[in-house]
């Protein structure tokens, strides 16, 4: 994916992992807790033996969801 697709990528995920954990990040954090949990949920999803993100597709978005919201729970239990 290009640089600019995983910006836009990240701020949809970090926008709805938002709204589903009911915090308000903003948009500059809201697109890096959607890259970082993509990164995240690939990451964790290769434990399970299935694959991480690999495009701009279903999967894709539901894993990275399931990362920026294990993130934003890390984040909210440190703070």
Known sequence: MGIILWIVFGAIVGWIASILMDTNEGLVLDIILG?????????????????GVTGFNLYSFLVAIFGAIILIAIVNALR
Do not use: E, P
């Not at 995240?40 to 290769?46: A, D, E, H, N, Y």
């Open 35 to 51: 890259i970082v949990g993509s990164v995240l949920g690939g990451w964790l999803m290769s434990f399970f033996g299935k694959g």
